[in-house]
């Protein structure tokens, strides 16, 4: 069965402070994995997607499937990252399956 | 993003009623979700279509049925809603494609049961 878990329900960090939010997943085959953010009072939007490899925002995110992980990072939160998170797997059927989502509060 | 929208955006309504959700997207994509959220579990998904003659069951099908009436409308209905359906309901849009699977969301519609 396909399964996301993120840990942490809450991370709270200083402005300027590394911040890993992270991500483990469950899946027999090769997994697309995404995350998620949803700001106040905004809808829930892409963040970035694995397989683009990209950096949005100053968050990164690396696939170990050693590890089954896909945690984000990011090296100096800002307060504007405070949103809700959630890692994403689409896999069998290409259905998505969401974690249960971890708040982020940058303190000034 | 209004290219995904969701009616009504609140209901309150009472245990035994028959309630449909409605999403409509303006996108022009093939795939479209049906999500509820609710605290500490994250979102979990209830059917999704790949399009107007392909409808699949999610996560969480159980007391929830789908009306795909057009490549741009996909309604969620409660045909005898139970306090436990109380969430929030997301609807979401994909367009085709294993390289192309970002959802786009709509605002929600918070469904209140008594």
């Known amino acids: 069965a396909q399964r996301v878990t993120q840990p942490e329900k809450l991370l709270s960090v200083f402005k300027g402070a590394p911040v890993e939010l992270k991500c483990n997943y469950s899946y027999s085959g090769s997994p697309e994995l995404f995350w998620y953010v949803q700001y106040s009072r905004q809808r829930l939007q892409l963040l970035l997607r694995h397989i683009s490899r990209e950096s949005i925002k100053g968050f990164t995110a690396d696939l170990n499937k050693g590890e089954t992980s896909f945690h984000l990072k990011k090296p100096f939160a800002q307060e504007e990252d405070s949103a809700m998170y959630y890692c994403a797997l689409s896999g069998y059927n290409n259905d998505m399956r969401f974690g249960a989502g971890t708040r982020l509060t940058v303190k000034p | 993003d209004a290219d995904v929208t969701q009616t009504p955006r609140n209901r309150i309504t009472k245990t035994g009623k028959r309630i449909m959700l409605e999403c409509s997207q303006t996108?022009?994509?093939?795939?479209m979700y049906w999500y509820r959220q609710d605290p500490g579990l994250g979102l979990r998904l209830i059917y999704y279509?790949?399009?107007?003659?392909?409808?699949n069951k999610g996560e969480i099908s159980d007391g929830y049925s789908v009306s795909r009436q057009a490549q741009a409308k996909f309604s969620l209905s409660l045909e005898s809603a139970i306090p436990n359906q109380t969430a929030l309901y997301f609807c979401?849009?994909?367009?085709?494609?294993?390289?192309?699977?970002?959802?786009?969301f709509g605002p929600g519609t918070r469904l209140t049961v008594l």
């Open positions: 979401a849009t994909s367009e085709r494609g294993t390289l192309t699977d970002t959802q786009y």
């Open positions: 279509s790949f399009d107007v003659k392909d409808i």
């Open positions: 996108k022009g994509h093939d795939r």
